[in-house]
C-alpha cells in the first residue's frame, strides 16, 4: 500500500512518542484525581504542579501565571471571555485575520476589526485610530494559521504600551490588555511573554505533537479573568473541572521538546519550503503567493492556482497520497471565502483557489519532489 504523505501540520500534529511515554502512566496506575487527600493522589497533584513550573520555566513566567485548558479554542475563549464579562459595557479590538475561537466569542461583546495590509500584517495607524477609552482589550493573533505571516508584536505593544501611559497621564485608571494567539507559533518562535509585551498568550499542545484538546493560557499576575466554566473551583477558579493529568503532562513534555528544537528545525524545514515555492512558480503558471515572503513561519506556504477549484485539488491530491488543506481545518465545512484571504484584499474567486501546505517534523525533500510531480500534474490546461 502507498505511503500517504502528510502536509497539513497547521491543522494537526502527530503525537511524539516520547509524549506518549510521559502521559502513559497516568491513563492506569496514577489516574488518581489530584484533589484528594490520600497518599498517591498527592503524588498527582505534584507531578501537576512540576507540569505547570516547566511550562511556566520554559516561558520564563511565575507557575501561578500559566491555566490548563482543553486547547487553544479554549485558552482564546478564556482570554476574550474572561476579560470582558470582568469589564461590562466595554470594547475590544481583534485583527481581521483572528483564528475564529477568537472571533466567535469577541461576537458576544462590542468589538471591532483591526486592518491588516496585503501580506496579512496589522495597520498600526487602524489600530491606533480604533482604540478610543473604552477599549479593554486588543487580541492579535501571533501567526497565521492559514497564510503563515508573522505579526509585529512589538510594535503592537509599544502601540499599547502608549496608550496605557496617555490614560495614566490623564488620571484615567481604566486598563487595557494585549493578548495573543501563540497557537502556531510555538514551534518556531519565541514565545515569552516577557520578551512579546503581551498580558495574555494561547499555547495549544495539539499544534506542537501534544496530544489533541491539552493547552494553556498565559495569564499576568494581577490580571483578574471571570471563569467560563464554574465547579470545584481548579486552575484559579478560572477553569474548574478535575484535571487531565495526562494531557497536561503531555503537553508540557511537548513544549520542552519544541523549545529545545525550534532552531535546528526551522532551518530544515524554511530550507524544503523555499526549494517547494520556487520549483512551484518554475512548473506552474500563473501561481500567487499568499502572506509575507519572509516574515512568515519557517514551515508554510500558502498559494493560489487561479482557475482551478482548491476543494477538487485538494480530493485529487488526497486520492494521489497527498494530504493538503484549503485554509483553516476549524471553517473547512464553511462555503465561504477565507476571511483571512478576503481582509488581505484577496479575491473570492483567488481564494477558492488557495491551497495551503505546512511542514512538520516527518516532512521530508522526496516527500516534496513528489507533491510538486503530483500537483504539477493536475495542474496541466
Do not use: W
Not at 499544534?207 to 490580571?223: D, N
Not at 471563569?227 to 497536561?248: D, F, V
Not at 501546505?357 to 516532512?363: E, P
Amino acid at each position: 500500500m502507498k505511503k500517504s504523505v502528510f502536509l497539513d501540520y497547521a491543522a494537526a500534529t502527530p503525537l511524539e512518542p516520547r509524549v506518549l511515554e510521559a502521559m502513559r502512566p497516568y491513563f492506569t496506575e496514577k489516574f488518581f484525581n489530584p484533589s484528594a487527600l490520600y497518599l498517591d493522589a498527592r503524588g498527582v497533584k505534584k507531578d501537576l504542579n512540576e507540569a505547570r513550573s516547566l511550562v511556566s520555566n520554559l516561558i520564563a513566567v511565575r507557575p501561578t501565571e500559566i491555566i490548563f485548558t482543553a486547547g487553544g479554542s479554549e485558552a482564546n475563549n478564556l482570554a476574550i471571555r474572561g476579560i470582558m464579562e470582568s469589564f461590562p459595557g466595554k470594547k475590544l479590538l481583534i485583527s481581521a485575520v483572528e483564528h475564529e475561537s477568537v472571533r466567535a466569542a469577541s461576537e458576544l461583546y462590542k468589538v471591532k476589526e483591526i486592518k491588516v495590509d496585503a501580506y496579512g500584517r496589522l495597520d498600526l495607524k487602524d489600530l491606533s485610530r480604533k482604540i478610543d477609552d473604552d477599549t479593554v482589550l486588543v487580541s492579535v493573533i501571533y501567526a497565521s494559521n492559514e497564510v503563515g505571516t508573522i505579526q509585529d508584536l512589538s510594535a503592537i505593544t509599544n502601540l499599547v504600551k502608549s496608550v496605557k501611559a496617555d490614560r495614566k497621564k490623564r488620571g484615567m485608571d481604566a486598563p487595557i490588555f494585549l493578548h495573543t494567539d501563540a497557537t502556531q507559533a510555538t514551534l518556531f518562535l519565541n514565545v515569552s511573554p516577557k520578551a512579546l509585551g503581551v498580558d495574555l498568550m494561547t499555547l495549544n499542545g495539539g499544534k506542537i505533537y501534544g496530544p489533541k484538546q491539552s493547552g494553556a493560557l498565559f495569564v499576568r499576575s494581577g490580571i483578574s479573568l471571570a471563569p467560563i466554566i464554574y465547579g470545584g473551583g481548579q486552575e484559579k477558579n478560572l477553569r474548574s473541572g478535575t484535571e487531565n493529568i495526562p494531557s497536561i503532562v503531555g503537553f508540557s513534555v511537548a513544549l520542552e521538546i519544541a523549545v529545545a528544537s525550534a532552531k535546528v528545525e526551522s532551518k530544515r524545514l524554511s530550507e524544503i519550503r523555499d526549494k517547494l515555492r520556487v520549483q512551484i512558480e518554475e512548473r506552474i503558471d500563473g501561481v500567487i503567493f499568499h502572506g509575507h515572503p519572509n516574515k512568515r513561519l519557517p514551515n508554510h506556504l500558502s498559494f493560489a492556482l487561479p482557475g482551478y477549484d482548491n476543494e477538487r485539488l485538494m480530493m485529487e491530491l488526497d486520492e494521489l497520497g497527498f494530504m493538503v488543506a484549503t485554509g483553516s481545518a476549524c471553517s473547512a465545512s464553511s462555503f465561504e471565502a477565507s476571511h483571512v484571504l478576503t481582509s488581505m484584499g484577496v479575491s473570492s474567486e483567488t481564494a477558492r483557489s488557495t491551497l495551503r501546505v505546512t511542514l512538520g517534523r516527518q516532512t521530508t525533500e522526496k516527500d516534496i519532489q513528489t507533491f510538486l510531480k503530483a500537483l504539477a500534474s493536475l495542474c496541466v490546461k
